[in-house]
Nanobody
Framework: QLQLVESGGGSVQPGGSLTLTCKAS????????MGWYRQAPGKQRELVAT???????KYEDSVKGRFTISRDNAESTVYLQMDKLGPEDTGVYYC??????????WGQGTLVIVSA
């Protein structure tokens, strides 16, 4: 069972930036896919961005051009650089890892609030 430790959430004004970090531990093998999901108040959890070990990325349409996902495979760490944040980006951001259909893990979540 992987342990995921997230950090970097907080409160920021519209137009500001935040960087989320998620470090995974407890895996004897490489983590195929790492990424971020978010859940806004009253809404379902949605994919924000993912990245595979070979660098393939996927972004939710509304964050393209504003968010950048990156990872350090050696450190089993994934980052999410979030720029030009808007109120619609408010929510709890969850780190997610995927090593196969039966090997998925979620972090505890880190809160991001974008408000003037």
């Amino acid at each position: 069972q992987l342990q995921l430790v997230e950090s970097g959430g907080g409160s920021v004004q519209p137009g500001g930036s935040l960087t989320l970090t998620c470090k995974a531990s407890g895996s004897q093998f490489g983590i195929y896919q790492m990424g971020w999901y978010r859940q806004a108040p009253g809404k379902q959890r949605e994919l924000v961005a993912t990245m595979t070990t070979d660098g393939r990325t996927k972004y939710e349409d509304s964050v393209k051009g504003r968010f950048t996902i990156s990872r350090d495979n050696a450190e089993s760490t994934v980052y999410l650089q979030m720029d030009k944040l808007g109120p619609e980006d408010t929510g709890v951001y969850y780190c997610h890892t995927y090593q196969g259909p039966q090997f998925q893990n979620w972090g505890q979540g880190t809160l991001v609030i974008v408000s003037a």
